[in-house]
T-cell receptor
Framework: ETGVTQTPRHLVMGMTNKKSLKCEQH?????MYWYKQSAKKPLELMFV???????ENNSVPSRFSPECPNSSHLFLHLHTLQPEDSALYLC?????????????FGPGTRLTVT | GQSLEQPSEVTAVEGAIVQINCTYQ??????LSWYQQHDGGAPTFLSY????GLEETGRFSSFLSRSDSYGYLLLQELQMKDSASYFC??????????FGKGTRLHILP
């Protein structure tokens, strides 16, 4: 257990559905991240929040919408996804931005878009 | 652009020593991290080097040469449970962490 939880662990959705991924960290960290991990590709940083403010948006399609209501919770709202969006979505947190390279990852949500 | 290069796969024998190299080109550099990820699991932090030299933590050591934009992870006394993917990651000047593609470590009995 890393102190970062994610729900659901698995999600299958159609291209017209709307769903949300949830992440919660119990570490008192100030920065939270969403990553996408696809087969044969490096971890792709999607969004970064520091003290509940978005500080990074790596040209992510608008069908992914993040929300950070407080420093412990992070959501990723999904709508009208494409099959190529099927991947493992990982949430992570760190003490501060950068955090001496030390991030704590949740177990991930395995997303399948049909 | 920003890039990290590491071998895609490495194979070693149980009980042996293995070194996984990482070279990087990034816009600014604060430090180099290493993460381990088992199949079906989440990446877990192993080490961080901000200064040149070797950092040792048990069976794992990590090395950095800033002048060469190079680092490596050294795993000693390999155990079967060390079979996993290992990622190097750079913290750049914007405090963003950029990950390499990962090295799959296979351990033979």
């Amino acid at each position: 257990e890393t102190g970062v939880t994610q729900t659901p662990r698995h999600l299958v959705m159609g291209m017209t559905n709307k769903k949300s991924l949830k992440c919660e960290q119990h570490l008192g960290h100030n920065a939270m991240y969403w990553y996408k991990q696809s087969a044969k590709k490096p971890l792709e940083l999607m969004f970064v929040y520091s003290l509940e403010e978005r500080v990074e948006n790596n040209s992510v399609p608008s069908r992914f919408s993040p929300e950070c209501p407080n420093s412990s919770h992070l959501f990723l709202h999904l709508h009208t996804l494409q099959p190529e969006d099927s991947a493992l979505y990982l949430c992570a947190s760190s003490q501060a931005l950068g955090g001496r390279g030390e991030q704590y990852f949740g177990p991930g949500t395995r997303l399948t878009v049909t | 652009g920003q890039s990290l290069e590491q071998p895609s796969e490495v194979t070693a024998v149980e009980g042996a020593i293995v070194q996984i190299n990482c070279t990087y080109q990034t816009s600014g550099f604060y430090g180099l991290s290493w993460y381990q990820q088992h199949d079906g699991g989440a990446p877990t932090f192993l080490s961080y080097n901000a200064l040149d030299g070797l950092e040792e933590t048990g069976r794992f050591s990590s090395f950095l040469s800033r002048s060469d934009s190079y680092g490596y992870l050294l795993l000693q006394e390999l155990q079967m449970k060390d079979s996993a993917s290992y990622f190097c990651a750079v913290t750049d000047r914007d405090d963003k962490i950029i990950f390499g593609k990962g090295t799959r470590l296979h351990i033979l009995p």
